[in-house]
C-alpha cells in the first residue's frame, strides 16, 4: 500500500495549521478519498473509514452549533477516538479553543482553509489520486512531441536517447531518460515522470552525462506527462513480417492499461525523430478522427469497385 506524508499535503494546499504542538512528521495517508462527518456527527459510526481526511464545511458546523454543547464535545472526542488522520475546517470556520485543545492532547492535527469546501474536497481527492497511484518503474525515454506522451523503449543502446536528444533540439520537451516511473490515475490515463535523482539529465554513450536543462533551456524540459503512445525501437530483422499499412492498432499493457504501441525496425541511416514526430502527428489525426491508413484503404477499395464495373459494362 502506498502512503504520502499529510505534510506534503498540507504544504500543497496551504493549510493553516491550528495544532502546532503535535508532531505530523510520522502521519501518513493512505486513503485517496475524504470524508465530510455528517453522519458521524450524529452518532452513526457503522462503516467509518477512519483513514480517511476528514473534511469540516458550512453545514457541519452548523448542525454542531445546534447541538448540546457536551454532546457535541463528547461526538468530536469520539470522532477523534477513530484515529482520523487530521481535520480541516474550511471556509476559514472559527474552531473553538476547547477543541483544538482536544485534539492536541489525542494528537489528531486541526487545519484550516480559506478556501470552500468543494474546491478543498476536489483538489484533495485529485491530488491524493495522483500521489497515492499505483506505480511502477519500466527502462526507457518519455518525450513530450507535439503535446502527445511519446514512451520510447527497446534495448540498451539502441539509440533512444539519441532519438530523444534529436527531438529536443527539434523543440520538444524530455520528461525522463532512462528510468520512466508510471502512474495509474485512472482507468484511462498513465502519467509517467522522472526520478528526483536523474531528472532533466540523459545519458549519452560516448559523451557521459548532460543536462538538458542547463543546455537548452527550462523550455525543453517537462516534470510529467501523460503517456498518450508507445514507440518500441528494435533491430531490423529480415524474417520479420513488419506492419505496412496500419489498420489495425497494437497494444502494449502498463498497470492493467492498454496503450497503442507502434514497433519501429533501426537500421543505419534512420531519422529516428522525424518517425517519432511523425507517429505523433498520425496519432493525434487518429485521435481527432482522421485515419490515414483507412483513407488509402477506402480508395483502394472504390477504385476496384469502379475497375470492375467498367469491365462488366
Known amino acids: ?157 539502441i539509440g533512444k536517447s539519441e532519438a530523444a536528444l534529436e527531438l529536443i533540439k527539434r523543440g520538444h520537451r524530455l520528461v525522463t531518460d532512462d528510468v520512466v516511473e508510471i502512474k495509474k490515475v485512472s482507468d484511462d490515463t498513465l502519467i509517467g515522470t522522472a526520478p528526483d535523482i536523474t531528472r532533466h539529465f540523459i545519458e549519452l554513450r560516448g559523451i557521459g552525462i548532460i543536462d538538458v536543462k542547463t543546455l537548452f533551456g527550462v523550455e525543453s524540459v517537462k516534470n510529467t506527462q501523460a503517456i498518450d503512445l508507445v514507440i518500441n525501437f528494435e533491430e531490423w530483422n529480415r524474417e520479420k513480417e513488419y506492419d505496412r499499412l496500419g489498420l489495425e492498432e497494437e497494444y502494449t499493457e502498463y498497470l492493467g492499461n492498454k496503450i497503442v504501441c507502434h514497433s519501429i525496425p533501426i537500421r543505419p541511416g534512420r531519422n529516428l525523430a522525424v518517425i517519432v514526430e511523425s507517429a505523433a502527428v498520425n496519432y493525434r489525426q487518429k485521435k481527432m478522427g482522421y485515419n490515414a491508413a483507412q483513407e488509402l484503404y477506402n480508395r483502394v477499395t472504390n477504385n476496384l469497385l469502379r475497375k470492375s464495373k467498367a469491365e462488366e459494362d
Not at 50 to 63: F, K, L, N, P
Open 1 to 157: 500500500m502506498y502512503t504520502v506524508p499529510l505534510i506534503k499535503l498540507i504544504e500543497k494546499m496551504r493549510f493553516e495549521i491550528l495544532t502546532p504542538e503535535i508532531d505530523i512528521e510520522h502521519i501518513k495517508l493512505c486513503q485517496p478519498d475524504v470524508n465530510r462527518p455528517a453522519l458521524q456527527l450524529a452518532g452513526f459510526f457503522d462503516h467509518f473509514d477512519s483513514d480517511r481526511v476528514q473534511i469540516i464545511g458550512r453545514v457541519e458546523e452548523a448542525y454542531m452549533n445546534n447541538m448540546d454543547k457536551d454532546h457535541g464535545k463528547n461526538i468530536m472526542a469520539r470522532l477523534m477516538d477513530c484515529k482520523v488522520p487530521c481535520i480541516v475546517f474550511c471556509r476559514s470556520i472559527p474552531v473553538a479553543p476547547e477543541l483544538i485543545q482536544m485534539a492536541t492532547e489525542k494528537g489528531i492535527p486541526i487545519l484550516k482553509s480559506d478556501k470552500t469546501t468543494s474546491s478543498v474536497m476536489a483538489e484533495v481527492i485529485r491530488w491524493l489520486n495522483v500521489e497515492l497511484a499505483p506505480r511502477i518503474s519500466i527502462h526507457g525515454v518519455l518525450v513530450d512531441v507535439y503535446g502527445e506522451g511519446i514512451l520510447i523503449t527497446g534495448e540498451s543502446g
